[in-house]
């Protein structure tokens, strides 16, 4: 059977479509999360960059109050990372999920459990949280009560693997750096456990927001293993098709794939985000030689600067009282006009982030 075949730049253009970042969407934050399959969420501002970079007149409180509601929520998903999904997701997701958690604690915590029954530990801290939501500290400690000599705080974090644990708010809000206190999801969100995703309905889902991709596109964003059976099942449901290197690429038949010379704006994207996190093979947004400009040696994904649709340099953020200044650096020369486009959209994201202070823009270019 031959496959029709794709190019970087449509699969660039692809996948900005389908994050919202060709055009800014006119959804509602929650069905902006649902439609990314949620946002990675390890530090509190980044998901209310993603959704401003994303959608038409997003404000801070829209998602801060979608937490307060337990509408939204921060719980460990995708390669045991924390991420902002909506409640029906997080009942559906975590199931399906579990295994590759389970392992997860296998690798971090397998001294801390050594010997030790783990439904016996999940029981026991399901009932400490259900009582009463404990921060990672106060619960080592109760579970080092219960078991004398064992690290309590190595117990606590294979427990958050163990069993869904969300992130109460204010945790996880905008500007947030309260310890997050800790509740079993069902709990928190007064419901039981929802049937799973099967991996079937997860690959759907993923193409729908990250594809055309391969096989291990899929298992890099997720964590799970698999996926060959899953698309031998959804094969004749699927689109294939084959990349420049030769890859089979999968994807859903009516999904939207762009013309490659489609314009692309310019976009500021948050620091970790699901954009360039989510591929096994990311030059369709970012060269591998910038990779190392992007991805720091400490664990760091800075903000990027998108320029025809690729990552062209990183921005931060610098405040002083009453006074906020977007420091970007560019990785090549930029036209005129590309250099304005960046600017407007500095201005526009200074004025959602520090309201009120004065603002600029310094652009530079990054060191070698």
């Avoid at 009942?91 to 392992?103: H, Y």
């Amino acid at each position: 059977m031959t496959h029709d075949r794709i190019g970087l730049r449509a699969l660039n253009r692809a996948t900005l479509q389908r994050q919202m970042l060709l055009a800014r969407s006119t959804r509602t934050p929650a069905q902006a999360i649902e439609r990314l399959v949620g946002l990675q969420a390890q530090a509190p501002n980044p998901p209310y960059v993603g959704l401003w970079s994303r959608l038409d007149n997003f404000r801070i409180e829209q998602l801060s109050a979608l937490m307060r509601q337990r509408r939204i929520v921060r719980v460990a998903l995708m390669r045991s990372t924390l991420h902002l999904v909506t409640a029906r997701d997080c009942l559906a997701l975590r199931p399906l999920l579990q295994p590759m958690l389970w392992r997860s604690v296998n690798g971090a915590y397998r001294r801390a459990i050594e010997g030790l029954d783990a439904a016996a530990l999940v029981a026991a801290g399901r009932a400490l949280l259900a009582e009463q939501p404990h921060d990672n500290a106060e619960l080592g400690r109760a579970l080092a009560a219960r078991w004398p000599g064992r690290d309590g705080a190595a117990l606590a974090g294979a427990l958050r693997n163990l069993a869904p644990l969300v992130h109460l708010p204010p945790a996880g809000t905008w500007n947030s750096h309260a310890s997050a206190k800790l509740a079993p999801a069902d709990v928190w969100l007064g419901a039981p456990p929802a049937g799973p995703l099967t991996q079937d309905e997860l690959l759907l889902r993923y193409l729908g927001a990250f594809g055309p991709a391969t096989l291990a596109d899929a298992a890099a964003w997720s964590g799970l293993g698999g996926w060959k059976a899953v698309a031998e099942r959804l094969r004749r449901k699927l689109r294939v098709f084959v990349g420049d290197e030769g890859q089979e690429l999968f994807d859903l038949p009516r999904a939207p794939r762009p013309h490659p010379d489609t314009p692309a704006p310019p976009r500021l994207v948050a620091e970790w985000d699901n954009l360039l996190l989510s591929h096994a093979e990311r030059s369709r947004v970012l060269s591998e030689a910038h990779r190392p400009r992007v991805f720091t040696v400490n664990g760091i994904v800075r903000g990027t600067a998108l320029v025809d649709g690729f990552v062209a340099g990183t921005w931060k953020i610098h405040r002083r009282p009453g006074h906020a200044t977007l420091a970007v650096e560019r990785f090549s020369r930029w036209s005129a006009a590309e250099r304005q486009g960046i600017e407007a959209e500095g201005l526009n994201l200074l004025a959602f982030a520090a309201p009120g202070d004065a603002a600029d823009v310094r652009i530079a270019e990054a060191a070698a």
